[in-house]
């Protein structure tokens, strides 16, 4: 049998969690007990983390820990986003019972896939109000939007949500083999597959992670630092790459979608 790996990332101490089979990785400004995974030394983006959020630990884990000579699954999960079992869907899920609806171990359906990302979003259900409050300039650009929804993409989300022109700022600048095609994505799609968490072989992450991140980099160029502030965009390259996971995966993989749960005990 094929063993998983799962790292999850967080902001913050998950007790929880600290003796499941998971490991622990600790990003941000917090203390974290010694058995969490730090990634503010060797070749990484700590420095970054404002930013990249939860993508500072997958940096870190690629450059320093990705084995791509392995062949077990690799994944990652978040605080608060976590998969399940399929036999876990919509069942409840609190701390008395999580460590029986956590996935721990490879699934027979995952034979003939080399890769797996979250269920999908929908993002085509936009509030009337909120679509003219934050989307007034799409509608003034193509008034049929605010009735058809087909025509309420991923990138009229990103434009409501995360800076009007930033997505096709960022596509600009990706490299020619994906580019046409990844906008033609975010033009035409009306969901994604969320979070920037997967599960795959080493060979898949590794390639996965160098594209991402020379992409990334290049968006550093046009978009720096100093002028990303408060909700909307102070994360802009994590936003980035929530999109560009759900297109990547889907062209370059054998992919299959996998349920998730938003867990957050207090």
């Keep these: 049998m094929k063993k998983l790996e799962i790292y999850c990332v967080t902001d913050r101490a998950l007790p929880h969690l600290e003796n499941f089979s998971y490991y622990l990785a600790g990003v941000g400004k917090k203390k974290f007990p010694s058995k969490y995974l730090m990634s503010d030394y060797g070749d990484n983006i700590f420095d970054k983390e404002k930013y990249y959020s939860f993508l500072t630990f997958q940096y870190w884990y690629w450059k320093n820990q990705l084995d791509i000579n392995q062949n077990d699954w690799i994944g990652f999960c978040q605080r608060r986003r976590y998969w399940i079992n399929k036999k876990s869907i919509n069942q409840e899920i609190n701390l008395n019972n999580f460590q029986n609806h956590f996935l721990t171990e490879v699934p027979k ?158």
């Design 109 to 266: 359906e995952w034979d003939n896939y080399e890769a797996i990302i979250c269920s999908p979003v929908q993002v085509n259900e936009v509030k009337k109000i909120k679509l003219i409050k934050r989307g007034f300039k799409s509608l003034i650009k193509d008034p049929s939007i605010f009735l058809d929804n087909s025509k309420q993409t991923l990138r009229l989300h990103f434009d409501m949500h995360h800076g009007y022109g930033n997505l096709n700022k960022a596509i600009d600048v990706m490299d020619s083999k994906d580019r046409n095609d990844f906008l033609n994505f975010v033009n035409t799609s009306i969901s994604f597959n969320p979070h920037i968490i997967f599960i795959s072989k080493p060979k898949i992450a590794n390639e996965w992670f160098k594209n991402l991140f020379s992409w990334l980099f290049e968006c550093e160029k046009v978009f720096g630092f100093e002028n990303l502030k408060g909700y909307d965009s102070e994360r802009l390259y994590a936003y980035l790459a929530e999109r560009y996971l759900s297109f990547w995966f889907n062209k370059y993989t054998k992919v299959l979608t996998w349920p998730w749960v938003l867990f957050d005990p207090k």
